[in-house]
C-alpha cells in the first residue's frame, strides 16, 4: 500500500519555496513529488492549507551523556528522542561522551549504539577527541569505518586538545575528509574573567564573554588555513563578533567553514540570569546581548549561518535552580522538541520569511554531515517528512524528562501534524502511533 499526501504546501530545497504538490510515499521512499499524482491502492490523506517540511535533523544532541563526577543528562534516547519526535525532528547526530579517560573510540561508539537501540527516531554520532595524544589520531582514522564522518574536539574543560594537536587532528581530517566540530572558548580567558567577578548566577555571562569565543573561532581559522582547509564546523556560535570573523574569513576566501547557532541563541538576551529562575538558562557559551542575536537573525537571512542545532542537554530542576554559585549548575539546556516550532514562530515575529529557516533545520545539516538520504522532499529521498498547521497557541508540555522548558508559555504560529520516519506515519494528533517502531543507525 501505498500513501498519498494531496494538495500540500511542499518545500521545495531547490527554490526556497513552499509550492502546491502531491508526494507519493512508497515503503521506506518518496517516488513523486508532482503537482497532481493519481494512483488506486493508496491511502490519501488530504493536506490542504497544510505545510510539509522535511524531518528536523538536529545535528548537535547530548543523550544519556556522562557530564563526569556522576551528572548524567536526563534524557535518553527514548525520552530525548521521544520529545524529538513531537517537536518534528526525524533524525539526530548526536556528541557522544568520553565516560572515561582510559575509553577509546571504538569501545564508546559500540556502548552508544546500545544506548541508541530504543530511540524512536533515526540516530549518528559524533565522535570525540579528548585525549592530548598520538593514540587519538590513530582512532580519529578508524571513524569512517564505523560509519562516522565528523569529530568533535573541545578547547575547554577536561577533555580540551592542546593546540599543538589540534593542529595535527585538523591536518589528518583533511587527509580522511572528516568533519571537525568545535566547541570554541579560551579557558584561559574564562578562568581570569572568573576572578574578576562573582559566583551568583547573574555574573555567569561576565565569567565567559564574548571574547573567550571569539578569539578561539579566529584562531581555529587560521589553524584551519595552515592545515589545508579541513571541514570545520563550529557549534553554538552565540555572538555578534565570533560571527564577524567567521564572515570576514569567508569573503578572503576561506573554504569549508560551516557555522551552528542553537534556538536558544536565537531567542533569549542575557538578562534572563538576573531573574529568581536564572539558573534554568545557565549554558556555554552563555545567551547574549539583543545586539547578538539580531545580528544572527540578520544572518540567517543573509545565509551566513548554515545549521540551527539544540546543543540539547537536559538536567532535573533540581540541578538547575535553587543554587546561587552558577559554578555548581549544570550547564545545558532542552530544546530538542521545542526547536523548529520556535524558531519558526520567531522568525516570523522578526518578519523573516521562514523558507529562510527551513534548510537551516533539515537539509543543510543532511548535505554537511553526509546524510544523504535525508533533508530533502525528492524523489528517492526517504520519507522524513513532517506535516505542520497554523495555530496560534503557547507552548507548554514538554515530553521529555527535563521536568520544565525554558520556552514554557511561548506563544507559538505553527503546530505538528504528522510526522513520518522512513514511511511510516510515526506521530499523529499528539499521539505515537508506532511505539515499536524504531529510529535506525544511519552510516555517513
Not at 3 to 13: D, H, P, R
Not at 153 to 181: F, N, R, S
Not at 328 to 348: F, H, Y
Request: aromatic share 8%.
Amino acid at each position: 500500500m501505498k500513501t498519498l499526501l494531496k494538495n500540500g504546501l511542499v518545500y521545495n530545497s531547490l527554490n526556497k519555496k513552499f509550492v502546491k504538490k502531491d508526494i507519493l510515499i512508497s515503503g521506506e521512499k518518496i517516488e513523486k513529488v508532482e503537482d497532481s499524482i493519481n494512483i488506486v491502492e493508496k491511502e490519501v490523506i488530504n493536506c490542504e492549507n497544510k505545510f510539509i517540511i522535511p524531518g528536523g535533523i538536529d545535528a548537535h544532541t547530548h543523550l544519556d551523556h556522562n557530564m563526569g563526577d556522576g551528572l548524567i543528562t536526563i534524557d535518553d534516547f527514548k525520552t530525548g528522542s521521544k520529545a524529538a519526535l513531537y517537536g518534528g525532528t526525524t533524525t539526530i547526530v548526536d556528541h557522544v561522551s568520553y565516560g572515561n579517560k582510559n575509553n577509546n573510540i571504538l569501545n564508546i561508539i559500540s556502548d552508544y549504539h546500545k544506548k541508541a537501540e530504543k530511540s524512536y527516531v533515526d540516530y549518528s554520532f559524533h565522535g570525540v577527541a579528548f585525549k592530548n595524544d598520538n593514540r587519538t589520531l590513530d582512532e580519529l582514522k578508524e571513524l569512517k569505518n564505523l560509519g562516522i564522518s565528523s569529530v568533535k574536539i573541545y578547547t575547554v574543560y577536561g577533555e580540551k586538545l592542546e593546540d599543538k594537536w589540534i593542529l595535527k587532528l585538523l591536518t589528518i581530517a583533511k587527509e580522511e575528509d572528516i568533519t571537525v566540530c568545535v566547541h570554541c572558548e579560551n579557558e584561559e580567558i574564562i578562568n581570569y574573567s572568573e576572578k574578576l567577578h562573582g559566583d551568583r548566577v547573574s555574573d555567569f555571562p561576565l565569567s565567559r564573554p564574548v571574547e573567550a569565543e571569539a578569539e578561539t573561532v579566529e584562531r581555529l581559522i587560521y589553524y584551519s588555513k595552515i592545515t589545508g582547509y579541513p571541514k570545520l564546523y563550529f557549534v553554538h556560535i552565540s555572538s555578534k563578533e565570533s560571527l564577524e570573523n567567521i564572515i570576514r574569513a569567508k569573503e578572503k576566501g576561506h573554504r569549508n567553514l560551516f557555522v551552528e547557532t542553537c534556538v536558544q541563541y536565537l531567542t533569549f538576551v542575557d538578562d534572563v540570569y538576573n531573574r529568581e529562575d536564572g539558573g534554568k538558562y545557565i549554558c556555554s557559551p552563555p545567551l547574549r546581548k539583543k545586539e547578538d542575536v539580531d545580528f544572527l537573525w540578520g544572518n540567517i537571512e543573509k545565509e551566513n549561518i548554515d545549521v540551527i542545532a539544540t546543543d540539547h542537554c537536559p538536567f532535573s530542576l533540581d540541578k538547575k535552580i535553587g543554587i546561587e554559585d552558577y559554578k555548581k549548575i549544570a550547564g545545558g539546556v532542552p530544546g530538542i522538541e521545542e526547536r523548529i516550532l520556535v524558531t519558526l514562530s520567531e522568525a516570523e515575529k522578526r518578519n523573516v520569511e521562514i523558507t529562510k529557516v527551513i534548510d537551516k533545520l533539515s537539509t543543510n545539516p543532511s548535505e554537511i554531515f553526509n546524510l544523504k538520504n535525508k533533508g530533502r522532499l525528492e524523489a528517492g529521498k526517504d520519507a522524513d517528512i513532517v506535516i505542520l498547521s497554523k495555530k496560534n497557541w503557547k507552548f507548554k508540555k514538554i515530553h521529555g524528562n527535563s521536568q520544565y522548558s525554558i520556552y514554557d508559555n511561548r506563544e507559538l504560529n505553527y503546530i505538528v501534524d504528522a510526522v513520518y520516519i522512513r514511511g511510516n506515519k510515526i506521530l499523529e494528533n499528539e499521539k505515537i502511533l508506532e511505539e515499536d517502531l524504531k529510529g535506525k543507525f544511519i552510516e555517513r
